[in-house]
């Protein structure tokens, strides 16, 4: 029941991309909202983008440097990182809930979304 597996995390250099993706098991993400948090050490949990049905929310951090996007196929989340930079270093968390309306606006509150998956460390270093 709602497993989420985030990878393609690791090491980039500042001004560099990754693209993280969020695999789905246990249901059919088309119709949940997915968000994408990060959590540096010693820091809270911090909002960084949702997805709905069919549009996307960022948090200000990330806004023009960040995409996401669902291949509901491959029933998996995407987040496109660019431009990146060292505050950009965290683990980043997929998650979901199925309390949230999918034809609404996405929220960026971690505590709105009660399944996660394990995370996936990004670095941003030179």
């Known amino acids: 029941h709602f497993q989420l597996v985030e990878s393609g995390g690791g090491l980039v250099q500042p001004g560099g991309s990754l693209r993280l993706s969020c695999a789905a098991s246990?249901?059919?993400?088309?119709?949940?909202?997915i968000g994408w948090f990060r959590q540096a050490p010693g820091k809270e949990r911090e909002g960084v983008s949702c997805?709905?049905?069919?549009?996307?929310s960022y948090g200000d951090s990330v806004k023009g440097r960040f995409t996401i996007s669902k291949d509901t196929v491959q029933n998996t989340v995407y987040l496109q990182m660019n431009s990146l930079e060292p505050e950009d270093t965290a683990v980043y968390y997929c998650?979901?809930?199925?309390?949230?309306?999918?034809?609404?606006?996405?929220?960026?509150?971690?505590?709105?979304?009660?399944?996660w998956g394990q995370g996936t460390q990004v670095t941003v270093s030179s």
């Open positions: 246990g249901f059919t993400l088309r119709y949940y909202v």
């Open positions: 998650a979901t809930d199925p309390t949230l309306q999918p034809f609404r606006q996405c929220v960026l509150s971690p505590s709105d979304y009660g399944y």
């Open positions: 997805i709905s049905y069919s549009d996307g």
